[in-house]
């Protein structure tokens, strides 16, 4: 059964007489891409937090065991990142007994 031309009319007038509807009542808003961006990045940070705190709660390991394995993974990216300078890097401290003369005979 091919659609007519009258019969898209119809849909068209429908939908639209829909869309006046919910916007009427306000369930229906057009929205932009930003906004539908934000939305999606909000909704996977959301979800990744929630997601982190469901694994956490329902680890088959006791409290200790994740603390020190957290405690771990923190200090093993701390020492690879920049923020934090390198032994070799850091400025040289200069205690007392370098800069206190020695006693002349």
């Known amino acids: 059964m091919a659609t007519t031309s009258r019969q898209i009319a119809e849909w068209a007038e429908a939908a639209s007489a ?3 509807a919910g916007e009427r009542l306000g369930v229906y808003r057009e929205r932009g ?5 934000f939305s999606f990045v909000l909704g ?12 956490l709660l329902t680890a088959p390991v ?3 065991s994740v ?5 771990a993974t ?3 990216l701390r020492d690879r990142s920049s923020i934090v300078p390198a032994p070799e890097t ?5 205690t007392l007994t370098t800069i206190r003369p020695t006693a002349r005979a």
């Open 18 to 20: 829909v869309r006046l």
């Open 62 to 64: 006791d409290g200790v």
């Open 67 to 71: 603390r020190s394995r957290l405690r």
């Open 33 to 37: 891409r930003i906004t539908d961006a």
């Open 74 to 76: 923190v200090a093993s």
């Open 90 to 94: 850091a400025p040289a401290t200069i």
């Open 44 to 55: 996977i940070t959301i979800g990744g937090a929630v997601g982190a705190v469901a694994a």
